[in-house]
């Protein structure tokens, strides 16, 4: 088996069935939103798909592809699991299993701004490990925020065909982009809707709900120095500190556009009598 569920389906570039304001939030690490967003998917994907459910196989949830630091669809996919267990909870089933696709390499290019071939020449030169014996005869559940060209989609069926896991392959989104015609770049429409400039990402950092992922760290490393250093003597130490540890961790120390940003943070670091 593999296929595919989305909860809405993009066909205007005028009206949409989702909050691009919120999207645009959750993109940035406001987690509060993941949670409602994954609510939604899930009540959607059983609305329409239980029978899928309906197996003795282990069912194992999984994110996009990261190396170190989580994209904001792993929260998306943290959350949509916990209704999930419950699920299964309910009709004495086994809880789900959480796993991931490693990846080695990362890039500073602005995804949403990429075509279908452009995304795939991008990912192409990334590596990939997934334990194929892990997820042998077993339910896939590929958990993804939003589907624009599919390339999402084709890397991890390239990945699975690759390393020829044997298994049941469901891709579940919360959007897709069912219209053709609109310009993949409607992906940074919805990115930027609500967080377009650094105070705005100020804004959000200061949630109680906020936490690091991918998308917001690239961004801020990637702030030329005035922007950066507004930044930095906004947000609380604890922030700064865990920016530090992912940057490293993802090793983003190793690319030259985000070696000052670092190094600043490193300063900022032997200030603190570090």
């Known amino acids: 088996m593999n296929t595919r569920y989305s909860l809405h389906k993009i066909d205007s570039d005028k009206e949409f069935t989702f909050s691009p304001a919120e999207y645009s939030f959750f993109k940035y690490g406001d987690k509060s939103y993941a949670e409602k967003f994954a609510k939604e998917l899930f009540e959607g994907f059983i609305t329409n798909h239980a029978d899928i459910l309906d197996t003795e196989k282990d069912i194992v949830v999984l994110p996009s592809p990261y190396m170190a630091i989580p994209t904001a669809s792993n929260f998306l996919c943290f959350f949509f699991k916990k209704h999930l267990d419950f699920y299964l909870f309910k009709n004495g089933k ?17 995804y949403g701004n990429l075509n279908f071939e452009d995304r795939k020449k991008l990912i192409s030169n990334d590596t990939y490990y997934i334990d194929k014996e892990f997820l042998k005869d077993k339910l896939c559940i590929f958990i993804d925020d939003i589907k624009i060209t599919g390339s999402h989609e084709y890397t991890v069926n390239r990945i699975l065909n ?13 959007a897709e982009l069912t219209n053709f015609e609109i310009d993949p770049k409607i992906e ?8 377009k400039e650094v105070e705005d990402i100020v804004d959000v950092m200061e949630k109680n709900s906020f936490e690091y992922n991918t998308r917001i760290v690239k ?22 500190d865990s920016l530090l540890e992912l940057a490293i961790s993802n090793n983003y120390h190793l690319i030259k556009e ?17």
Request: glycine fraction near 2%.
């Open 94 to 110: 086994k809880a789900s299993i959480l796993s991931k696709i490693n990846r080695n390499h990362t890039y500073i290019t602005d």
């Open 162 to 174: 690759e390393f020829s896991v044997n298994a049941d392959f469901l891709f579940l989104y919360y």
């Open 188 to 195: 940074n429409f919805f990115n930027y809707y609500t967080v």
């Open 219 to 240: 961004y801020i490393l990637g702030l030329d120095s005035k922007k950066f250093e507004y930044l930095t003597s906004k947000v609380k130490k604890h922030l700064i």
């Open 258 to 274: 985000y070696k000052n940003n670092i190094n600043s943070l490193t300063i900022t670091e032997l200030n603190y009598g570090y």
